[in-house]
């Protein structure tokens, strides 16, 4: 089953937003985790920890098809203003980071921009697709196109002084 999900804290509310092309499977993965304190969401494990397993719900938002499935995760991102989504990697110390630690590490930066895109022609608020940043926007958008380049035409959308890039608006997204 294809779709957006949610792990919801049942004592204070607090909410985790995912979406999976395998939502029970990725359900399961989420629970295996978190049972045994080494999932890579370190705020949702440290919940998981203080208030015990059994407090949280997981639950399937909405079913929806595989090229509707990042939209309709944006959708409802947007809607929940979930605060477990964010999560800081602190990587051990000494040696060389893993390129999974360098995304880490560049994504949870205070210089780093979330952009939200939609198509200039669309007229469904649900289309758009929610990025972590400038670069990891232009690596998935345009992978056919110079990266640099691509970085520098969002940024100048996101700052105003372009209306669009290749038929898709950006703007800066705040959710915290």
């Known amino acids: 089953m294809i779709g957006v999900y ?7 509310g ?5 979406s999976s092309n395998n939502i029970e499977g990725r359900i399961s993965s989420h629970k295996s985790c978190l049972r045994n304190n080494n999932h ?10 203080k208030h015990d397993l059994i407090n949280f719900d997981f639950e399937i938002l909405e079913e929806c098809e595989l090229e509707h499935q990042f939209a309709t995760e944006c959708y409802w991102y947007n809607m929940l203003n979930p605060s ?7 990587p051990n110390g000494g040696g060389s980071w893993s390129i999974e630690q360098k995304d880490a590490q560049r994504l949870n930066s ?56 290749k038929g898709w608006h950006f703007k800066r997204w705040h959710n915290d």
């Not at 949610?6 to 204070?12: E, K, P, S, V, W």
């Not at 477990?84 to 602190?90: C, D, S």
């Not at 608020?125 to 929610?130: H, K, Q």
Request: with cysteine; charged share 25%; aromatic share 8%.
């Open 6 to 12: 949610t792990i919801t804290n049942r004592l204070d």
């Open 84 to 90: 477990y989504n964010l999560v800081g990697v602190n």
């Open 40 to 49: 890579k969401n370190a705020k949702l494990q440290n919940a998981v920890n």
């Open 110 to 165: 205070g210089n780093r921009v979330r952009v939200m895109c939609t198509p200039v022609d669309s007229e469904d608020d649900r289309e758009c697709y929610l990025f972590e940043s400038q670069n990891q926007a232009a690596e998935i958008m345009f992978p056919e196109l110079r990266k640099i380049s691509s970085v520098q035409s969002i940024s100048k959308v996101v700052q105003g002084k372009l209306k669009h890039y």
């Open 14 to 18: 607090k909410m985790y937003v995912g």
